[in-house]
Nanobody
Framework: QVQLVESGGGLVQAGGSLRLSCAAS????????MGWFRQAPGKAREFVAA????????IYSESVKGRFTISRDNAKNMVYLQMNSLKSEDTAVYYC?????????????????WGQGTQVTVSS
């Protein structure tokens, strides 16, 4: 079992920044890939970013590339999502996800554990 707890969401004006954090506990963090997904009201959960165990590989959705940065601190079992130049369309609940395989992927069903989510609201 892996427990994931997200934090750092909130209300921000368009153009602003937020940093989301995800704390992992339980099963070993070693060798895992971690991802961030988001779900806006009435829409399907979509891929945002993912990072491999060594942090040398990271992938992003086209909609956030250049604005968001995913990172991880393996010593602390933490994953982060730095979000800059936020837009109203970034408003969603953001979820952290764990994959026991270090290969980074975009597919939601490849991730085995999920956090409860943290709300991000961007006002225009």
């Amino acid at each position: 079992q892996v427990q994931l707890v997200e934090s750092g969401g909130g209300l921000v004006q368009a153009g602003g920044s937020l940093r989301l954090s995800c704390a992992a506990s339980g099963r070993t963090f070693s060798g895992s890939a971690m991802g961030w997904f988001r779900q806006a009201p009435g829409k399907a959960r979509e891929f945002v970013a993912a990072i491999g165990w060594s942090a040398t590989t990271a992938i992003y959705s086209e909609s956030v590339k250049g604005r968001f940065t995913i990172s991880r601190d393996n010593a602390k079992n933490m994953v982060y999502l730095q979000m800059n130049s936020l837009k109203s369309e970034d408003t969603a609940v953001y979820y952290c996800a764990y994959r026991s395989n270090t290969v980074v992927v975009r597919l939601r069903n490849e991730y085995e554990y999920w956090g409860q989510g943290t709300q991000v609201t961007v006002s225009s």
